[in-house]
């Protein structure tokens, strides 16, 4: 079945610092999400990517969808203590198993003042 | 507007128990999900409702896990019986119908179980 994986699993920033996680999978994508949990938290989505090679930005939040929808990355410029969270993106095969989200293991970010 | 309601939010239970768990999506939202999330880990897939409908069903360990979603809104999600290895948090998930929706999921706060 398909697979995503994210890495790093854990990062640790000093505040100010930027911070890169990425995001791979095993199937081409229809689509890509991405969502933040707070520590006790639940998943609360960020954004939705769906073109080849389509960049987006939040803020200081620059998401990027690979070329070949396999890969996504999500940078965040001069972190704050209030981005702390696990960051996770979401796959969406497409086809007959549009609407089946798979979820990577998720990026640990802890920010140190 | 209420969000995706979910009960109860902890619940501590012995092996070979019974337990359940209600969720209430958001108005309108055909769409309904039910994920487990194990500790440190993504949430994973359990059952996918459109309506009343269980469209995607295929990761839910049917010898122990039932789920119904009786008039296409509230859903429950039932383990019988409970084995240790279920200790998870259990999110529900909806999102509008799928044809119309940016794709985007809400999630409620979860329902954390610890079987003892």
């Known amino acids: 079945g398909q697979q995503v994986m994210q890495i790093p699993q854990y990062q640790h920033v000093q505040e100010g610092e930027d911070f890169t996680t990425y995001c791979n999978s095993s199937?081409?994508?229809?689509?890509i999400q991405w969502y933040k949990q707070r520590p006790g938290g639940h998943p609360v989505f960020l954004i939705q990517l769906v073109k080849s090679g389509e960049v987006k930005k939040q803020k200081r939040l620059t998401f990027q969808f690979g070329e070949a929808k396999k890969n996504s990355s999500l940078h965040i410029t001069a972190t704050q203590t209030t981005d702390v969270g696990t960051y996770f993106c979401a796959g969406n095969a497409g086809g007959t198993s549009y609407g089946k989200l798979t979820f990577g293991q998720g990026t640990i970010l802890t920010v140190h003042p | 507007e209420a969000g995706v309601v979910q009960s109860p939010r902890y619940k501590i239970i012995e092996k070979k128990q019974p337990v359940a768990f209600w969720c209430n999506p958001i108005?309108?939202?055909?769409?309904l999900y039910w994920y487990r999330q194990n500790l440190g880990q993504g949430p994973e897939l359990l059952i996918r409702y459109e309506n009343e409908e269980a469209v995607d069903d295929s990761q839910l360990p049917k010898d122990r896990f039932s789920a119904e979603r009786l008039k296409g809104v509230d859903s429950t999600l039932k383990i019988q019986p409970a084995e240790l290895g279920d200790s998870a948090v259990y999110l529900c998930?909806?999102?509008?119908?799928?044809?119309?929706?940016?794709?985007?999921?809400?999630f409620g706060e979860g329902s954390r179980l610890t079987v003892l």
């Open positions: 108005s309108g939202h055909n769409t």
């Open positions: 199937t081409t994508l229809s689509n």
């Open positions: 998930a909806s999102s509008p119908t799928l044809e119309i929706s940016t794709g985007e999921l809400f």
